[in-house]
């Protein structure tokens, strides 16, 4: 992803919003020149390979252009000397030439450097680029799809810059319809603290800022930033987030939809995006003792707000119960979820909680399933069977 410094914006002050830049038909051509520059890089040093692409990129609006050489070197392969092995060598070079200080004789150079590394380069920028053949000026270009093209690299940077936006965002929230299960898996998948509203025939997330729980931290913002590449692959979506850009400043609205065409290639999400889940679901198998587990199959609804549980488990004699499963984050973060659970009137909801955290759960009006680091079958099962309605005796 692009950093702050490469982010390019408009500001409206007059209308307090903000709008990500993004790239002009026009320059597909001088992007064009910059892959051809890449593609013909292979063995390159990755400092050579930016200078070039910069050459070719003379065309385009100078505050873009860095931005446009980052996602090229993100899109390429890079090899270098992995672990300590090179700092150790170029370390061994210069005491062996402090021994014999000072190497004025480019001969004696030489045999200290072919010492250790069996080579002595003959251009002084060769020697340099050995030494510190570990440091990213350094690396050396081993691969670039040929596939990639002007019209690939425009849409990173479109989505670039509206990422790096989301950096300094302190609220966002997304309204959507139609694949609200994909919004779902990956807001948890990004661990980002949410809350659930209906919002006409859809439903609306509403995402927390580092401002108001974690103490302005840049990392959640990042974690915004990942959120939106997925946002993107949803359908008929509509975002909205306030950025507030430095330290007492009034913050700006930032708004997106699905009609802005921002694309990304992000990969499908993981299934479960916690490891108590995924064992959890491993262990339970497709089936148990009639009982079937689905993912995030169901919205209850929470006092004003909604909930989606993390599992449904389907009894064959029809009955449903709801599991919802409480870590630990930040201590805000749990209070209000459990307040927020304590709102939720339905009849058939589990909430799993870990053992620390059992005493503030005791208010519940749910059944609590305590666990250690991992939800045990033997200690599931008994309370799944316990929502079971007894059969009916026949007169």
């Known amino acids: 992803m692009l950093t702050k410094s490469q982010r390019v914006y408009h500001w409206d002050r007059r209308g307090s919003s903000i709008s990500s830049d993004r790239l002009p038909e026009a320059d597909l051509e001088h992007l064009e020149r910059a892959l051809a520059v890449y593609r013909a890089s292979r063995g390159k040093r990755l400092g050579d390979a930016r200078n070039a692409a910069r050459g070719a990129l003379e065309g385009v609006r100078p505050d873009r252009v860095e931005a446009i050489v980052q996602l090229l070197d993100d899109t390429a392969t890079y090899e270098w000397p992995r672990g300590p092995q090179a700092a150790d060598r170029r370390v061994r070079v210069f005491e062996l030439a402090a021994a014999r200080h000072p190497v004025l004789d480019r001969a004696d150079a030489d045999a200290v450097v072919a010492q250790i590394f069996g080579e002595a380069p003959r251009q002084p920028d060769d020697l340099v680029a050995l030494l510190y053949a570990d440091y990213p000026e350094f690396h050396r270009l081993r691969s670039f799809p040929g596939d990639y093209t002007a019209e690939d690299l425009r849409a990173d940077y479109d989505l670039g810059q509206a990422q790096a936006l989301l950096y300094s965002a302190v609220s966002l929230s997304v309204e959507t319809a139609a694949d609200f299960r994909h919004v779902v898996q990956y807001a948890r998948l990004a661990r980002l603290l949410h809350r659930l509203e209906s919002a006409g025939g859809g439903y609306r997330f509403v995402f927390d800022g580092p401002n108001s729980i974690l103490r302005h931290t840049h990392a959640y913002g990042v974690d915004f930033a990942r959120f939106l590449a997925a946002v993107v692959q949803a359908r008929d979506w509509r975002l909205t987030a306030e950025i507030v850009l430095r330290k007492g400043w009034r913050p700006l609205t930032f708004a997106l939809s699905s009609a802005d065409g921002l694309r990304s290639r992000v990969p499908a999400p993981r299934l479960f995006?916690?490891?108590?889940?995924?064992?959890?679901?491993?262990?339970?198998?497709?089936?148990?003792?009639?009982?079937?587990?689905?993912?995030?199959?169901?919205?209850?609804?929470a006092g004003g707000g909604l909930l989606v549980p993390d599992f449904v488990f389907t009894h064959a004699d029809g009955t449903e119960v709801a599991l919802e499963i409480v870590g630990y984050w930040t201590p805000e973060y749990v209070a209000r979820k459990l307040r927020k659970l304590g709102r939720v009137r339905a009849p058939n909801l589990l909430v799993a909680v870990r053992r620390s955290l059992v005493v503030q759960a005791g208010d519940l009006p749910q059944a609590v399933l305590p666990f250690n680091t991992r939800i045990l079958l033997r200690d599931l099962m008994p309370h799944l069977e316990g929502f079971r309605r007894p059969p009916r005796r026949e007169r």
């Open 273 to 301: 995006d916690s490891a108590i889940e995924a064992a959890l679901a491993e262990k339970f198998g497709g089936e148990r003792d009639g009982w079937r587990l689905r993912r995030e199959a169901m919205i209850l609804e």
